[in-house]
């Protein structure tokens, strides 16, 4: 498969293909579109309905009781964002959306616990904590899987992003679009790029999601049942000197006929350790491919960034 030929987003097999392979394939897909599809990924099913089956189940509780864990307190790290609060940087109306975000639960003595504040979790519903506990750690192995493969297709370690990815400040977001009215302003979630390394996205099987590719045409993303989709973030791109492209994405309306259908997804934003300064990689610079960005340390791009999304405050 050369990149020429692709114009659709493969879904790659992580078991079918052996490593080289994979890593060779899923890198063109990165360079060609800043996304890819994965299917054998290895994350139990069961798993992943109990998430989005509970994700249904904290959504329908009362606003009043949703704000009790309002995300405000810790930079929307944790716990709930309501209804039109995220807008997407530089856009012009706040999205159409509420979520939940998980993050890493680092013991209070660890160096990095400032940058990480603890989980919140919903009272309402004791089995919050133990399943997507579990969801975050499948999403973190499979995770450096997905690493280990871009690594290999960069030219580096297999193992070059394990030490930058230990336990950095990766946040599992549960989203819920609401059903849409014909005379609603904005859109489910407008064009942006992901600020982390990379993201893998679950649980977008209702129809919305687009990716800008490289003609600037909007191309539908539309994963089968049970696949992962995969994208390049700001932080890769800057890692890799724009040579994976941190794709632009955005979750249009629904049209008349699914207006009043809901819709969840699960993305997993993997983030690098906050101390880790992201600067072009040296296999990623040449005369005629200069750096791009100054380097910066994780933290301090994250924090720049949260503040463009309407997160936290200046
Ligand atoms: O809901 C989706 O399918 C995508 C969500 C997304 O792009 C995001 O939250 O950054
Ligand atoms: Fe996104």
Redesign the pocket.
């Known amino acids: 498969m050369t990149q020429s030929v692709l114009d659709q987003i493969p879904v790659l097999s992580m078991t079918e293909l052996d490593r080289a392979d994979f890593a060779a394939a899923f890198g063109a897909s990165f360079r060609r579109f800043g996304f890819a599809m994965v299917r054998d990924h290895g994350m139990d099913p069961a798993l992943i309905e109990e998430g989005l089956a509970l994700t249904r189940r904290f959504f329908a509780l009362p606003e009043a009781v949703k704000t009790r864990y309002d995300a405000r307190s810790n930079s929307g790290q944790r716990g709930y964002t309501a209804f039109g609060r995220e807008i997407a940087k530089g856009g012009r109306e706040n999205d159409l959306k509420e ?1 939940w975000h998980i993050g890493r639960d680092l013991s209070a003595n660890d160096p990095l616990a400032g940058t990480m504040p603890p989980n919140v979790w919903p009272e309402e519903l004791p089995e919050f904590k133990p399943v997507f506990t579990r969801l975050f750690a499948a999403f973190d192995r499979i995770g450096a899987a997905l690493l280990s493969a871009i690594a290999l297709h960069l030219g580096l370690e297999a193992d070059w992003f394990d030490d930058p990815a230990r336990n950095g400040n990766s946040i599992l ?1 549960l ?1 819920h ?1 609401p059903p849409v009215s014909p005379d609603a302003p904005g859109i489910r ?1 407008g064009s ?1 790029e ?1 600020i982390n390394l990379i ?1 893998l ?1 679950l649980g ?1 099987e209702e129809g ?2 687009e990716l800008k590719d490289r003609g600037g045409h909007w191309l539908p993303v539309v994963p089968p049942p049970g696949v992962l989709v995969i994208n390049v973030g700001d932080m890769l791109q800057r890692l890799t000197n724009h040579v994976l492209p941190s794709t632009s ?1 955005r ?1 249009v309306n629904p049209p008349p006929e699914r207006r009043g259908i809901a ?1 969840y ?1 699960m ?1 997993f ?1 993997l983030h690098l350790r906050p101390d880790f300064v992201i600067d072009a990689l040296p296999q990623c610079v040449s005369e005629n491919h200069p750096r791009r960005d100054p380097p910066i340390s994780a933290n301090d791009y994250l924090k720049e960034r949260l503040v463009e999304i309407g997160l936290i405050g200046k």
Do not use: C, I, K, Q
């Open positions: 979520f977001r989203l679009y979630a942006h992901d993201t996205l977008a919305g999601l994405h979750v819709r997804s993305p934003f």
